[in-house]
């Protein structure tokens, strides 16, 4: 059984870095063909995808995004790790980890989310 855990500070000030780990078990985040999603959901919307680290390393961002986000990995660890720079309380949001086979966004493992608010 896989499961993911988010894990990093719930509150975050404006222009600051958010930055969250998800922890892996049941499995390791090198096998193929698995890519490591940050997906969130602001208050009152829905889900937007953020991001993946792929298997082999590889990452890919919402273009929206890209510009405020790094996605990296420790394999030692079997962890994944989401930063995102410069933020604003738009930021605020649930923030899920979750498993994808294949990167196309099918998503058969989650992690339960984690409430990051953006505020002085």
């Known amino acids: 059984q896989v499961q993911l855990q988010e894990s990093g500070p719930g509150l975050v000030k404006p222009s600051q870095t958010l930055s969250l780990t998800c922890t892996v078990s049941?499995?390791?985040?090198?096998?193929?063909?698995?890519?490591w999603t940050w997906i969130r959901q602001p208050p009152g919307k829905g889900l937007e995808w953020i991001g993946y680290?792929?298997?082999?390393?590889?990452?890919l961002y919402s273009p929206s995004l890209k510009s405020r986000t790094s996605i990296s990995r420790d394999t030692s660890k079997n962890q994944f790790t989401l930063q995102l720079s410069s933020v604003t309380p738009e930021d605020t949001a649930v923030y899920y980890c979750?498993?994808?086979?294949?990167?196309?966004?099918?998503?058969?493992?989650w992690g339960q989310g984690t409430q990051v608010t953006v505020s002085s």
């Open positions: 680290i792929g298997y082999e390393g590889s990452t």
């Open positions: 979750a498993r994808d086979l294949n990167g196309v966004a099918v998503y058969d493992y």
């Open positions: 049941g499995g390791s985040i090198t096998t193929t063909y698995y890519f």
